[in-house]
C-alpha cells in the first residue's frame, strides 16, 4: 500500500481530472476495497459492481476530500463500504448465500494471518484494533464485526444472535464504547 | 454538554458508520451532520476507527475488467461534473445502457438553466412565492430529455415533461429519487418515459431534501420492488437548481 502522503496526492490530482494520478490510486487501493466489498456482499459479481461505482463516485467526488477528516484509505473505503450496505439494504440476493455459522470465528482468525503489513503505523494500528476486539465481550464482539463486515441491522443481528433487539442495541451500544476508548487509551500509550 | 449527551451523539455516529440504524434514522443522521460539525467530526472518527478493520483483510486483486468499466465511465463523466452513468456488466438486456449511459451533459445544464430564466425568449419571469426547482435529465447518444421542475407553489409535486420515448427493459422500471449532500436518498416515484407531461407528488422529505444541494438519481431497478434509495443501476445524475423568491 502506498504511503498515505501519496494517496493524498493522487486524490488531489484525480480532483483536478488527472485520469493517471486516478489510475495509480485505483492500483494502489482497489485490492484493499474489493476485499472488504467481497466480505460484505459474498458474492463477486456484486463486489465487482459496488466497486465500479464506489470508483466512479471517487472520481467524481475526489474535490471533497478533507485531510483532516482522515487518511485517504479510510475515506475510500468508507466510500466502498457505505455503498455496499446501500445494495445490501435495497435488495436481497437473487440466490441465497450458504449460512457460515462460524464466520465471525472465522473473521477474527483471519485477521491475525492476513494483511501483509507494510507500515510499522499500519501494524501498530491493526494491533491495537485486535487487542481492543479481544477487550469486548463475546456477544459485543459478534455484533460489531457481523455489522461491520455483513452489514447486518439491529434486527438482523438479533435474528443471528437469537437474542432480544434490545439486548442487541446494548450489546452494540457497549461494544462500540469499549472499543473506542480501548482505541483511546492504546493510542495514548 | 454531559458526558452521558456526549456518548450518546458518539453511538450515534458510531452507529450511523457501523450500518446498524434504520434508514430513517440514518437519513435523520445525515441532516444533522450538516448543521452540526461536531458530529460531522465524530463520524468522521468513527469511519476512521471502524476502517481498521477493512485495511485488516488480506488484499484481493479485482478483475481487470471493473477498471476497464471504471474507465469507460470516465470518459463520459469528470470529476466536476453533475452526473454519472453506469451500465450493467453482466446484465445482457441492459448491456446496450453501457453506451446509452450518459451524464447530464453542458447543453443539459444550459438547456436547465433555460428553463430556470424562463425559456429561450428570455423575459422577465415573476418569481414564485415559495422555493422552485429546475433540473433536466439527458441522455446524450439518444437524446432523449426530461424537463422537471416544481409544479406548483407549495411544491408538493414535480412536473415531469419526457419529451421523447425512452425504451426500458421489461420488468425494469426508471425509478427516479431526490437525493441529498449527504448522499441520502428519497424516491420520488417512476419516471415515466413516453412523451408527455406528468404530475409526480412528493414526500415532505424529498421536498427538505431538494431544499438543499441536491440531485436527481434515476436509476433501473425491478418494477416489482420498491425501495427508498436507488438499488439498481444508476443511469443519471442530475443537478437540482433552486430559486428562493
Known sequence: MAEREQLEAWLVATAQGDEQAFRKLYSATSSQLYSLLLRILRSPERAQDALQDAYVRIWQKAHTYAPERGAPLTWLLSIARYRALDMLRRKQPEVAMPEEPDRVATLLEDEQSLSPLEENENQQSLSAINACLGDLSDEQRQCVLLAYYEGLTHQELAERMDAPLGTVKSWIRRGLLRLRDCLAEEAIS | ?245
Open chain 2, 1 to 245: 454538554m454531559s458526558d452521558m449527551q456526549h456518548d450518546d451523539r458518539d453511538l450515534d455516529a458510531a452507529e450511523y458508520v457501523l450500518g446498524t440504524l434504520s434508514p430513517e434514522a440514518a437519513r435523520d443522521m445525515a441532516e444533522r451532520m450538516a448543521r452540526e460539525p461536531e458530529l460531522a467530526r465524530a463520524v468522521a472518527d468513527w469511519e476512521t476507527r471502524l476502517a481498521r478493520f477493512g485495511e485488516d483483510l488480506a488484499p484481493v486483486e479485482p478483475p481487470a475488467r471493473v477498471w476497464q468499466a471504471i474507465s469507460d465511465d470516465l470518459s463520459m463523466t469528470r470529476p466536476t461534473g453533475r452526473g454519472d452513468i453506469r451500465e450493467a456488466a453482466n446484465d445482457s438486456a441492459l448491456r446496450r445502457w453501457r453506451i446509452a449511459a450518459v451524464a447530464a451533459s453542458t447543453a443539459a445544464i444550459l438547456l436547465a438553466g433555460a428553463l430556470w430564466l424562463g425559456g429561450p425568449t428570455g423575459g422577465p419571469v415573476e418569481a414564485a412565492a415559495q422555493p422552485t426547482y429546475a433540473s433536466m435529465i439527458y441522455d446524450q447518444p439518444t437524446g432523449m430529455s426530461w424537463l422537471i421542475h416544481s409544479a406548483g407553489q407549495d411544491d408538493n409535486a414535480l412536473a415531469v415533461e419526457a419529451l421523447q420515448n425512452y425504451d426500458v427493459p421489461e420488468g425494469k422500471a426508471l425509478r427516479m429519487y431526490v437525493r441529498g449532500p449527504g448522499g441520502e436518498a428519497s424516491l420520488v416515484g417512476d419516471l415515466p418515459h413516453a412523451p408527455g407531461q406528468y404530475t409526480m407528488d412528493l414526500s415532505t422529505s424529498a421536498r427538505q431534501m431538494m431544499a438543499r444541494n441536491s440531485e436527481i438519481v434515476v436509476a433501473m431497478e425491478d418494477a416489482g420492488q420498491t425501495a427508498s434509495q436507488p438499488n439498481g443501476r444508476i443511469m443519471w445524475v442530475s443537478p437540482i437548481a433552486l430559486r428562493r423568491s
